[in-house]
């Protein structure tokens, strides 16, 4: 498809297991970003990635959080030994250039995670 | 203080109505400003850019201050379709989102 292209769609997990979200981005888009989103709240950043590095982590919430993008194309974000405060929508966006310029951001439908 | 703060609402008004909403940012170096539109349980969408001249796009009109900081969002005849959270968005050397301004329209 055109758009960016998240998986799963819907993960449901019990607390103290690793999960792994997925992002494909727009084809030819250099930057990636990631964010989540909890009941009632705004978007919060999370990370953000030009080409296959970050220059910008500032966002991921502890250590137990992580990411990684390969060919830059493809991106993971893997929380390991989950929490429920870690329930959220995990929203992926990409940009055609880097930085937080003028480039708007397109964004996947999400992955709506819930920690039991 | 909230780097960039917006009434969360909601704000109720009929169809035919025109609503204006603003939001104001703290850094003064911000750079690009945005709308993005959000439905219920559904990703961002990019409304529009803020150009500091004003700009118009149909039913719509952004309007940035950069003296007092802030930005507004005009909807003029208002559709039931146009109900949904409304986003400001700012940049300085991270992309910040407000928390939205609620609308719903009634017929």
């Known amino acids: 498809g055109a758009g960016v292209s998240q998986s799963p769609s819907n993960k449901v997990t019990e607390k103290g297991k690793d999960v792994e979200l997925r992002c494909d981005p727009i084809?030819?888009?250099?930057?990636l970003y990631w964010y989540r989103q909890s009941l009632g709240q705004g978007l919060e950043f999370l990370i953000y990635?030009?080409?296959?590095?970050?220059?910008?982590k500032s966002g991921l919430p502890s250590d137990r959080f992580s990411a990684e993008r390969t060919g830059g194309s493809v991106s993971t974000l893997t929380i390991q030994r989950t929490q429920q405060e870690d329930s959220a929508v995990y929203l992926c966006?990409?940009?055609?250039?880097?930085?937080?310029?003028?480039?708007?951001?397109?964004f996947g439908d999400g992955t709506r995670l819930s920690i039991l | 203080r909230k780097e960039v703060e917006q009434d969360p609402g909601p704000f109720n008004v009929p169809e035919g109505a025109t609503v204006a909403f603003n939001c104001t940012y703290s850094?003064?170096?911000?750079?690009?400003f945005f709308w993005y539109r959000q439905d219920c349980r559904k990703e961002p969408k990019l409304l529009m850019s803020?150009?500091?001249s004003g700009n118009e796009d149909g039913r719509f009109t952004a309007q940035l201050n950069r003296a007092s900081q802030y930005i507004s969002l005009l909807i003029r005849d208002s559709k039931l379709s146009d109900s949904a959270t409304y986003l400001c968005?700012?940049?300085?050397?991270?992309?910040?989102f407000g928390t939205g301004t609620r609308l719903q329209v009634f017929p």
């Open positions: 966006a990409s940009s055609l250039a880097g930085g937080w310029g003028n480039q708007p951001q397109h």
């Open positions: 084809s030819g888009h250099t930057a």
């Open positions: 990635f030009q080409g296959n590095s970050a220059p910008d």
């Open positions: 850094n003064s170096a911000s750079q690009s």
């Open positions: 803020v150009y500091s």
């Open positions: 968005v700012v940049t300085t050397d991270k992309l910040i």
